[in-house]
C-alpha cells in the first residue's frame, strides 16, 4: 500500500516562528505537493515538485517555501508563521504514469 | 481545467444506493472526470475515474453522459463509513503546464448516510 505520512497531526506555533512541515512517502512517486484546506474555501495548491530540487508554485504560495533534496521527501515551511496561516496541511504525491493521487492525513496547524 | 458543479448536500439511508451527479457542460474531449472522497479529519481518498465509457471498480460506479456534460457516482450499497465530502474533478491526463499534476477540488458534495 502506498503510504504518504505527515511529521504531526496538530501543531501549535506562536506568530513569527519559523514552522516546518515534513512528508514523506514510500512509493517512488515523481510527483508531490502540498495543499492547504479552509473552511468554505476546499483545497488550495501551495506548491509542487516534479523532480528532486524542482519545485512550482502553486495559486497561494507566498508566505510559504519548499524544499526537496530527497525523491521521498517534500517539505513545507513558514518562514513566519502568522495568525493567518492556521489551516489544515494535506501532502500528496503522484507517480509520473499513475492517475491516482495519494493524499497524507493532514497536519492542523494552529498559530497563536 | 473545466469547471464542475455539484449539489452542496446529499442524504442517502444506509443499505441504499447513493448518487451523486456532477455538471461538467465545459468539458474537453481529451479531459477526464474524476472522483475523490474525505472523510472527516483525514485526507482525500481517489474513488474512480473515466473519459468516455461508463467504470465500475470494487468501491464505486461512474456513469458518464453520451455528451460527457454531466456524470453520477453511484455507491450501490451506502454505508454509515461513507458519509464524507465528494468531489468531482475534471482536468486533463497527464500533467498541466500550470499545475502539474494538481487537482483542483471544489466544494464537493457532502453525504450523509443515515442509518
Known amino acids: 500500500d502506498v503510504k504518504v505520512t505527515q511529521s504531526s497531526r496538530y501543531l501549535v506555533k506562536r506568530t513569527g516562528e519559523k514552522v516546518f512541515l515534513e512528508c514523506v512517502q514510500d512509493?517512488?512517486?515523481?510527483?508531490m505537493f502540498w495543499y492547504r484546506q479552509d473552511p468554505g474555501l476546499g483545497l488550495r495548491l501551495i506548491y509542487f515538485?516534479?523532480?528532486?530540487?524542482?519545485?512550482e508554485k502553486g495559486d497561494i504560495p507566498e508566505g510559504y517555501s519548499v524544499s526537496r533534496e530527497k525523491k521521498e521527501r517534500f517539505s513545507l515551511i513558514l518562514e513566519s508563521a502568522s495568525t493567518n496561516q492556521t489551516s489544515m496541511y494535506l501532502c500528496?504525491?503522484?507517480?509520473?504514469?499513475?492517475?491516482?493521487?495519494?493524499f497524507g492525513p493532514g497536519t492542523r496547524l494552529t498559530v497563536t | 481545467d473545466a469547471k464542475t458543479t455539484q449539489p452542496p448536500s446529499m442524504d442517502c439511508a444506509e443499505g441504499r444506493a447513493a448518487n451523486l451527479p456532477c455538471n461538467h457542460s465545459?468539458?474537453?474531449?481529451?479531459?477526464?472526470v474524476y472522483w475523490y472522497r474525505q472523510i472527516h479529519s483525514q485526507g482525500p481518498q481517489y474513488i474512480i475515474h473515466g473519459l468516455k465509457n461508463n467504470e465500475t471498480n470494487e468501491m464505486a460506479s461512474l456513469i458518464i453522459t453520451e455528451d460527457r456534460k454531466s456524470s453520477t457516482l453511484i455507491l450501490p450499497h451506502a454505508t454509515l463509513r461513507d458519509t464524507a465530502v465528494y468531489y468531482c474533478i475534471v482536468r486533463l491526463w497527464g500533467t498541466n503546464s500550470n499545475s502539474g499534476y494538481a487537482l483542483n477540488f471544489g466544494k464537493g458534495t457532502s453525504l450523509l448516510v443515515t442509518p
Open positions: 500528496a504525491s503522484q507517480g509520473q504514469s499513475s492517475y491516482e493521487q495519494y
Open positions: 512509493m517512488d512517486h515523481e510527483n
Open positions: 515538485s516534479y523532480d528532486v530540487k524542482m519545485k
Open positions: 465545459t468539458i474537453s474531449g481529451n479531459e477526464y
